[in-house]
């Protein structure tokens, strides 16, 4: 029985926003003394401009990078996801840098030409100069701008305890408001004086900033430690040809990451940075077909759920089933996105994978092939319609709402969405799915941090919110699918049918850095509408079906779904 399974799923968590500014603590820093000092750092090297202007945010991210030493050969070609950036702009490179390193998100137009709030500042800032903004343990008073379920307090209550702002007035920060050069320059100056500079100088500039508190003075020592053993490893051991920089300091950063045991806040080198953005589909989409997740106990690769009429379907692969070699190459303790890029390969390759079912170990020959993703397919049985969604994909709602405004008609009884193996995905594409059989502004999920509970509700009238309907799960049912199971049992919209769900209700942020190595960390966690956790602890059917597989289980729906008619 498979207890615990790591799924590699597609939901990433990427927080966007806007914010104020900074009358920020004049008599500690002058103007004149801002200015010069960056234009000394050539931060600035503009030598005339108006400081009253309003900052951009291609230029703010410029200049950030320039005010921590980043400064980069302007006539390199970076990669740039943006296409509003070329390559002949100054701030080009600077804006692909920061990309990398996951302060600005991804998406067609970066907008460098946009007026910057504060908030946008802080956020791109305090990521850059890696100021970490942690969630608890600080006490801050709630401003119009700034109520108590708001994200973004973390990050406000962060910059008003360092100093660098201060409130617009008694009941607003001013988090709306764009910032002008001149403040941005007094902004970027404080942070560098709070983050380079040593204790002296801050009793020098007069701000106020404890540094010698407990848990500084124990981060110190233990760093003081990580430095020496550092030293004595290029010193003194015996093997100094065998050691590696790199390999030093990816062990490191990965050894600190896995004693969290969070099995879904992880650090990937390069190459395994690369093989996690493949198999979010972000290359190519050549392979056998089939959702693959990892038991965390064993260490074992095991097959999630073949996708319809794919290679591994009709190789004959089930549920279940043990991936123990692929191409003779073992899997077992892989993470699962490593794994991956051993089972992937060209439309036309063959895969031979060496499959543990149950007491039986066969070897079963994959010939690869492009991969036609859908995530909906449908079909009636004795009047019910039957919607399996496979994964909450891109395509998901259009594929779904054209099913439902097709196939339903007034002879239809009701449907039975099969979301058995289906391994979560995008968020919205759970809400939106909810949206047809909820009443509008109905809560879907519910998003906590340690300082937030932010509900997400549908935004329009459920069109088929009177149609019965039946919602099958799984042991492999995950994310978004017990999203959507858990609303539709919270507002007691449906019968919930078969196995208790995966348990994955934590949220992922993914952070690209500069050298190719990438970061998921997890940032929040997702709870029913009611509230109840859905992490580690799944959703538990109202009717428990043991025989998942095959037919049977949906004629146990049509069968309950007829007794309430």
Same mark, same amino acid.
């Given at each position: 029985?498979?207890?615990?399974?790591?799924?590699?799923?597609?939901?990433?968590?990427?927080?966007?926003?806007?914010?104020?500014?900074?009358?920020?603590?004049?008599?500690?820093?002058?103007?004149?003394?801002?200015?010069?000092?960056?234009?000394?750092?050539?931060?600035?090297?503009?030598?005339?401009?108006?400081?009253?202007?309003?900052?951009?945010?291609?230029?703010? #991210?410029?200049?950030?990078?320039?005010?921590?030493?980043?400064?980069?050969? /302007?006539?390199?070609?970076?990669?740039?996801?943006?296409?509003?950036?070329?390559? $002949?702009?100054?701030?080009?490179?600077? #804006?692909?840098?920061?990309?990398?390193?996951?302060?600005?998100?991804?998406?067609?137009?970066?907008? $460098?030409?946009?007026?910057?709030?504060?908030?946008?500042?802080?956020? !791109?800032?305090?990521?850059?100069?890696?100021?970490?903004?942690?969630?608890?343990?600080?006490?801050?008073?709630?401003?119009?701008?700034?109520?108590?379920?708001?994200?973004?307090?973390?990050?406000?209550?962060?910059?008003?305890?360092?100093?660098?702002?201060? $409130?617009?007035?008694?009941?607003?920060?001013?988090?709306?408001?764009?910032?002008?050069?001149?403040?941005?320059?007094?902004?970027?100056?404080?942070?560098?004086?709070?983050?380079?500079?040593?204790?002296?100088?801050?009793?020098?500039?007069?701000?106020?900033?404890?540094?010698?508190?407990?848990?500084?003075?124990?981060?110190?020592?233990?760093?003081? !430690?990580?430095?020496?053993?550092?030293?004595?490893?290029?010193?003194?051991?015996?093997?100094?040809?065998?050691?590696?920089?790199?390999?030093?300091?990816?062990?490191?950063?990965?050894?600190?990451?896995?004693?969290?045991?969070?099995?879904?806040?992880?650090?990937?080198?390069?190459? /395994?940075?690369?093989?996690?953005?493949?198999?979010?589909?972000?290359?190519?989409?050549?392979?056998?077909?089939?959702?693959?997740? &990892?038991?965390?106990?064993?260490?074992?690769?095991?097959?999630?759920?073949?996708?319809?009429?794919?290679?591994?379907?009709?190789?004959?692969?089930?549920?279940?089933?043990?991936?123990?070699?692929?191409?003779?190459?073992?899997?077992?303790?892989?993470?699962?996105?490593?794994?991956?890029?051993?089972?992937?390969?060209?439309?036309?390759?063959?895969?031979?994978?060496?499959?543990?079912?149950?007491?039986?170990?066969?070897?079963?020959?994959?010939?690869?092939?492009?991969?036609?993703?859908?995530? *909906?397919?449908?079909?009636?049985?004795?009047?019910?319609?039957?919607?399996?969604?496979?994964?909450?994909?891109?395509? &998901?709602?259009?594929?779904?709402?054209?099913?439902?405004?097709?196939? *339903?008609?007034?002879?239809?009884?009701?449907? !039975?969405?099969?979301?058995?193996?289906?391994?979560?995905?995008?968020?919205?594409?759970?809400?939106?799915?909810?949206?047809?059989?909820?009443?509008?502004?109905?809560?879907?999920? #519910?998003?906590?941090?340690?300082?937030?509970?932010?509900?997400?509700?549908?935004?329009?009238?459920?069109?088929?919110?009177?149609?019965?309907?039946? *919602?099958?799960?799984?042991?492999?049912?995950?994310?978004?699918? /017990?999203?959507?199971?858990?609303?539709?049992?919270?507002?007691?919209?449906?019968?919930?049918?078969?196995?208790?769900?995966?348990?994955?209700?934590?949220?992922?942020?993914?952070?690209?850095?500069?050298?190719?190595?990438?970061?998921?960390?997890?940032?929040?966690?997702?709870?029913?509408?009611?509230?109840?956790?859905?992490?580690?602890?799944?959703?538990?059917?109202?009717?428990?079906?043991?025989?998942?597989?095959?037919?049977?289980? !949906?004629?146990?729906?049509?069968?309950?779904?007829?007794?309430?008619?």
């Amino acid at each position: 029985m498979i207890k615990k399974i790591f799924l590699s799923l597609l939901t990433l968590f990427l927080l966007v926003g806007n914010f104020n500014l900074l009358q920020a603590n004049e008599e500690a820093v002058s103007q004149n003394e801002a200015l010069i000092f960056l234009k000394e750092n050539k931060v600035i090297e503009d030598n005339e401009f108006n400081t009253n202007a309003l900052m951009e945010k291609g230029t703010f #991210v410029m200049w950030t990078l320039k005010n921590r030493n980043v400064f980069l050969n /302007e006539n390199r070609k970076y990669l740039e996801p943006f296409l509003d950036i070329g390559q $002949p702009q100054k701030i080009a490179p600077y #804006v692909a840098k920061a990309w990398m390193m996951g302060a600005v998100p991804t998406s067609e137009k970066f907008y $460098p030409l946009n007026k910057i709030t504060l908030l946008e500042a802080l956020q !791109i800032l305090f990521h850059l100069e890696g100021i970490p903004t942690p969630r608890i343990g600080f006490k801050i008073k709630s401003y119009q701008d700034l109520p108590k379920d708001n994200i973004y307090r973390a990050i406000a209550a962060k910059a008003l305890q360092m100093r660098i702002i201060t $409130p617009k007035n008694e009941r607003e920060i001013g988090l709306q408001e764009l910032l002008t050069k001149q403040q941005a320059i007094n902004l970027l100056y404080k942070i560098h004086l709070t983050t380079h500079e040593d204790e002296n100088i801050y009793q020098q500039k007069n701000i106020n900033i404890k540094i010698n508190n407990p848990q500084k003075i124990k981060k110190k020592e233990n760093e003081d !430690i990580f430095d020496e053993v550092w030293k004595m490893l290029h010193n003194r051991y015996l093997y100094t040809e065998k050691i590696s920089d790199e390999k030093l300091m990816e062990k490191a950063i990965t050894g600190m990451v896995e004693s969290l045991e969070d099995p879904y806040t992880v650090f990937f080198t390069q190459k /395994e940075s690369e093989n996690f953005f493949r198999s979010l589909g972000q290359g190519d989409l050549e392979g056998i077909g089939a959702q693959v997740g &990892t038991d965390i106990e064993s260490g074992n690769v095991l097959i999630i759920a073949p996708l319809k009429n794919s290679p591994a379907e009709k190789a004959g692969l089930l549920p279940g089933d043990i991936i123990l070699k692929a191409n003779n190459v073992p899997l077992q303790g892989m993470i699962i996105d490593e794994a991956i890029s051993h089972i992937k390969g060209p439309a036309g390759s063959e895969v031979k994978l060496k499959i543990k079912r149950e007491d039986s170990i066969m070897e079963i020959t994959v010939i690869r092939q492009k991969i036609e993703f859908h995530s *909906v397919f449908s079909r009636f049985k004795e009047n019910f319609l039957i919607i399996e969604v496979t994964h909450f994909g891109v395509d &998901t709602k259009e594929m779904f709402s054209k099913t439902l405004y097709e196939k *339903v008609s007034k002879n239809t009884k009701g449907i !039975i969405i099969d979301l058995r193996g289906n391994p979560g995905g995008f968020l919205e594409s759970s809400v939106e799915l909810l949206s047809f059989f909820l009443p509008q502004n109905s809560v879907a999920v #519910v998003t906590e941090t340690p300082i937030s509970s932010v509900p997400k509700k549908t935004e329009k009238e459920g069109e088929f919110q009177d149609l019965p309907i039946a *919602v099958l799960i799984d042991e492999f049912s995950a994310s978004a699918s /017990e999203i959507f199971a858990g609303a539709i049992q919270d507002h007691k919209r449906g019968i919930i049918i078969g196995k208790k769900s995966f348990g994955k209700g934590t949220v992922q942020e993914l952070i690209r850095f500069y050298n190719g190595s990438s970061f998921k960390l997890t940032v929040a966690q997702w709870k029913t509408p009611l509230k109840r956790a859905i992490d580690k602890v799944g959703i538990k059917p109202d009717i428990e079906f043991k025989n998942t597989q095959g037919d049977e289980i !949906i004629e146990k729906a049509i069968k309950e779904l007829k007794k309430n008619q």
